[in-house]
Every structure is written in structure tokens, then in C-alpha cells.
């Protein structure tokens, strides 16, 4: 369904799950998963169907961003963080989400990490999965050229510093089989909804001097920080820079190891079961 958060603005949502269920004699409320996809240009189809599993725990939410997958095409200057964090907060007003608990994987994780800087009191729990803070170039080649020599490393030169079709046709031929270290399900990609005007606009724009640390330390609540140890594009390094700027007594830090970028994607049950852990933990 397409959900209206503002006048003319529609995002795509769909949801799984009752939000409130029988428990003995009363009715008892499961918290809101809400998930951010990766991208940018990309849609919310890559959690489907694993994240079902947490189906039990929580009630799922899942998103396309503005401009993204199945939502509603908007102009370029609204590619933006701080608007995109800005409708995480329009979407839970408009839904009647309380306290949600909000997943950023990659690049929902730069949305989810502005949004912790601008609404710090709005979510229950967050997680920054497989993200970064910067646009970390240097670590970025290094990654992969270690893993993929030096035709991935000039791919991976030529894309993150002039984002267009021909160096992301490289990028692709050269650095994508490196994100994970386990074979990826061909269809899976196929079935994503792909806006390429989004991502080489915002690569190429605020990704390139992005720094999102300095709000982390707004933090209010628990926030894990969920990283791979073999992701070539959020490096391990990355990641704890990450962890290092939140508030102590909110940060939780878990590496998978033998995974790359988005855990889950190499590692599925020990992955889940870090996340499962942190929902279901007390605050």
C-alpha cells in the first residue's frame, strides 16, 4: 500500500504481523520493526523473506524511501538525510507507531544514524547494520583490492568518485560478487525495483563529504552496531568509529564473523539471532 505522510507524498509500506495479540486474558502489544533499506536507488525487497523469522517478536514494517522501489517519484532535492530521516517520523505519526525499533542496513543505516541525531527520543531501539559514517574511501579500496585485486580497486575508484552508468556498469562487473562471501541468490536481485537516478545523484553528492558521528552522541537509547568483518564497502573499521561514538551506556557492538555486507546475507542464523537477542532484550 502507498501510505501518504504529506501533502502529494506517498511511501510505499507494507506490513507483517499484528501489532497487538492475545495473551492469556489480555491483549498485549508487540513493538514495530520498522526496516530501512540499503541503496541508495534500491527498495525494501532484499529483507523479504528472511526477516519474517522475527515475525513472533515484533510486528514488521517494511519501507521503500522516498523516491525509492514502489514509493511515489519525487524531485532530486528531496534526496536528502535529514528528509529521509524526517519521514521515518512522518511514516510513524501517520501510522500511529510508538517507540519503534529502526533497522538501517547500508544506506538506511546513514538515514537511521540522522534520524538518532534529529528525533533522539523517538525510537525504542535502533541498529546500524552494515553501515558507515563517512564516505571512508580509502578503506573502501583498500577492501577491495585485497579481495579482489587492482581491476576492483580502479572499479571501485572510478564509481565512488564519478557515479554514472559506465563506471557502475564496472562496479558491478568487478566489485558487487565482493560484498559477501557467500554466493547471493540471482533472483533476489532481479526482484529489486532499481531508481539509478537516485543512486548516482546522491553518491555523488552528500555521500561524498557526509559525517555523521558527531550527532550519534545524541543518542537516547540502546543502539547496536552490526558489522560483518570481511565487508569491503562498510568496513569493520567503519564500524566501530561508529560504535565508538555513542553514548557508552546505549552502544552494543557485534561482528559476525565470516560475513560481509549485510550480515544476515552470509551468516543467517547467528546474524538473526543477534538481532532477535537485542529486540527482545529489556531496555
Not at 112 to 132: D, E, G, M, W
Not at 150 to 167: H, K
Not at 230 to 240: F, I, S, W, Y
Request: glycine share 8%; hydrophobic share 40%.
Amino acid at each position: 500500500m502507498r501510505v501518504e505522510i504529506e501533502p502529494g507524498v506517498r511511501l510505499f509500506v507494507d506490513v507483517e504481523g499484528a501489532a497487538l495479540v492475545p495473551d492469556g486474558t489480555a491483549m498485549r502489544d508487540k513493538p514495530t520493526l520498522l526496516l530501512l533499506h540499503g541503496g541508495p536507488g534500491y527498495d525494501h525487497s532484499s529483507f523479504k523473506p528472511l526477516f519474517s523469522r522475527l515475525s513472533d517478536v515484533v510486528q514488521i514494517v517494511y519501507v521503500d524511501h522516498r523516491g525509492h522501489g514502489r514509493s511515489d517519484r519525487r524531485p532530486p532535492q528531496e534526496w536528502t538525510l535529514e528528509t529521509f530521516a524526517d519521514d521515518v517520523v512522518r511514516l510513524c505519526d501517520v501510522l500511529g507507531i510508538v517507540a519503534p525499533i529502526v533497522l538501517g542496513q547500508s544506506f538506511g543505516g546513514f538515514v537511521a544514524q540522522r534520524y538518532i541525531a534529529r528525533y533522539p527520543a523517538h525510537p525504542a531501539k535502533v541498529i546500524l547494520s552494515s553501515t558507515t559514517h563517512h564516505l571512508g574511501l580509502a578503506r573502501k579500496l583498500d577492501w577491495f583490492e585485497r579481495l579482489g585485486g587492482a581491476a576492483a580497486r580502479d572499479a571501485a575508484q572510478a564509481f565512488w568518485t564519478r557515479p554514472d552508468a559506465s563506471s557502475w556498469a564496472l562496479y558491478n562487473q568487478h566489485c558487487r560478487a565482493l560484498y559477501n562471501t557467500t554466493p547471493q541468490d540471482e533472483a533476489a536481485s532481479q526482484r529489486t525495483r532499481y531508481v539509478p537516478e537516485v543512486l548516482f545523484s546522491w553518491v555523488g553528492g552528500e555521500q561524498q563529504t557526509m559525517d555523521l558521528r558527531p550527532g550519534l552522541a545524541l543518542a537516547q537509547c540502546p543502539v547496536l552496531v552490526l558489522a560483518g568483518d570481511t565487508d569491503p564497502v562498510t568496513p569493520l573499521a567503519d564500524a566501530r568509529e561508529i560504535a565508538d561514538a555513542l553514548p557508552p551506556q546505549w552502544m552494543q557492538f557485534a561482528c559476525v564473523e565470516g560475513a560481509g555486507h549485510g550480515t544476515w546475507r552470509d551468516r543467517p542464523q547467528a546474524a538473526m539471532a543477534l538481532l532477535r537477542d537485542f529486540i527482545t532484550a529489556p531496555r
